[in-house]
């Protein structure tokens, strides 16, 4: 019995995999051509909504038992149409509000719609940069090229196949997502006969038996921490044995944490919907605007209010079902992620970069190689490093030379300017010291023979013009100096 029922998910997914989701490609300078679209539309989603054609049916009920006169008949004649037909301004305030309550949770919901496309991109793009990094930097290691790429690939698949779980469900693997990570992609999904070799084309089975014993017994998302943790360890190893530099080894690690936070992204938001108390009250709010429309269209007395009121419901569920489907696109909604060509573009594309090695140039060559060929091709290129190295190290000291030597001579330079400043300092000091004892004289001189020496005197700056200090006492220090050889000749009076 088991194995008839495995047969029959074989034969099941071998016919899935011909349906292909794509997303929906639409021109949007041709309108028209969208109006008559219908499947990937609000349309299929609000005309499943029992809401909408129940109160379409009974505001078209009212519609008919008034058109007809035979609303007494059904509800007695204490019972006026007057006393249930509302005016439309008393449901203009509940329309504004039910308006904005619509936009803004629809708005929430593409918010975190984008979001979730923003994390499935990255966990894309974070393997694919992993699998270019090793195929570069670990040539010569395939087994932990291989073993670094196909963990990291299975913590995202892992991440993806709980997600796609029916909402409200448990998300847990089970038996078949776990034959799916232990099988060949081309193999599960019935491509090729079982037992077929596609060691060299398809994309290889992602985890031994072994392996997938230890993730089976971790709870939550564990499994998923544990496969980024084989990866980061293995990386290191590889790194290690290949010498490659440590900021290198660190973008690498940095590329593996980058993923660990897309895949937390899309759970962690999955994990906190929006409030269901806003949620409610937006819907308690539609319901009760809608069962006032039906009456309040009773005034107009018009059988065009049918489809007036029908539309106008279409387009308000329709916008509410489009942004609940918007709010967790992991689902089989029009507008859903196709999650299942994530999967198998995603193994494709690390499978070929990381196990098949045919696509890399000269890789024959390489391969033809006898042992001692890359001997000395690796002893050439160490010594092409070495030299390298010796020429950086010269250089480096060099300059060291250079700058010291600029530092000696700008110092040499410094020491003559103040040494000349210096000499200069004390001429100018000697030269004003004459020019006072001279200042002196000629002021002793004056007072003797009764003249006003000072007006004789020689001109000299405000700053020297201040009372002289009595004779015989200390010239002032600093100054500039002052040559007096144009003094008048003082000549003694008759």
Avoid at 32 to 48: D, E, G, V, Y
Avoid at 115 to 142: F, K, N, R
Avoid at 180 to 186: G, I, N, W
Avoid at 406 to 411: D, S, W
Wanted: proline fraction near 6%.
């Amino acid at each position: 019995m088991a194995r008839v029922v495995s047969e029959l998910m074989f034969l099941g997914r071998q016919k899935a995999s011909t349906k292909v989701k794509k997303s929906l490609n639409y021109s949007m300078t041709s309108p028209l051509a969208a109006l008559i679209s219908f499947r990937p539309t609000i349309l299929p989603m609000a005309l499943k909504r029992p809401e909408l054609w129940f109160f379409t049916g009974l505001h078209a009920m009212l519609v008919w038992l008034v058109k007809s006169d035979r609303f007494h008949d059904v509800f007695g004649d204490d019972l006026q149409v007057s006393d249930i037909e509302l005016s439309f301004s008393s449901v203009g305030m509940l329309t504004s509000l039910m308006t904005f309550m619509l936009v803004f949770f629809n708005g929430q919901c593409f918010t975190r719609y984008q979001g979730y496309y923003s994390a499935c991109t990255g966990i894309s793009g974070t393997c694919q940069e992993m699998a270019q990094m090793t195929a570069v930097h670990l040539m010569d290691q395939p087994d932990v090229k291989w073993d670094v790429c196909r963990y990291l690939v299975t913590s995202a698949l892992l991440i993806y196949m709980k997600v796609t779980d029916p909402p409200g469900a448990p998300m847990v693997i089970d038996e078949e997502e776990w034959d799916r990570l232990t099988q060949s992609e081309e193999e599960w999904q019935g491509l090729v006969t079982r037992g077929s070799d596609t060691s060299k084309t398809g994309s290889p089975p992602l985890l031994t038996s072994a392996e997938k014993d230890i993730l089976g017994r971790q709870k939550g998302n564990v499994s998923t921490l544990m496969l980024q943790t084989w990866a980061m360890q293995a990386l290191r190893r590889g790194y290690k044995r290949a010498g490659v530099e440590a900021p290198i080894y660190n973008h690498a690690e940095g590329t593996v944490l980058q993923l660990r936070r897309h895949c937390a992204f899309i759970t962690n938001t999955l994990a906190l919907p929006v409030p269901f108390p806003y949620y409610h009250a937006m819907v308690v709010l539609m319901m009760i605007t809608y069962t006032l429309f039906t009456l309040a269209f009773l005034s107009l007395e018009s059988w065009i209010t049918i489809p007036a009121m029908f539309l106008i419901m279409l387009v308000s569920t329709g916008v509410r079902e489009v942004s609940s489907a918007l709010a967790n696109p992991f689902g089989e909604d029009e507008v859903d992620f196709p999650v299942p060509k994530f999967i198998a573009d995603l193994r494709s594309i690390v499978s070929m970069m990381c196990h098949h090695m045919e696509w890399q140039p000269h890789l024959h060559q390489l391969m033809d190689l006898n042992p001692a060929d890359v001997k000395d091709a690796q002893q050439q290129q160490d010594q092409q490093e070495y030299t390298q190295q010796q020429y950086t190290q010269q250089h480096t000291q060099q300059q060291q030379y250079d700058d010291y030597e600029q530092q000696q001579y700008e110092q040499m330079q410094q020491e003559q300017y103040d040494i000349l400043m210096q000499q200069q300092y004390e001429a100018e000091r000697q030269s004003y010291a004459q020019n006072y004892d001279f200042a002196n004289g000629a002021r002793r001189w004056g007072r003797h023979v009764g003249v006003c020496a000072p007006k004789y005197m020689p001109r000299l700056p405000p700053q020297m013009q201040a009372p002289l200090p009595p004779i015989g006492g200390e010239p002032p220090m600093g100054g500039n100096s002052y040559f007096v050889s144009d003094a008048p000749q003082f000549k003694r009076p008759a």
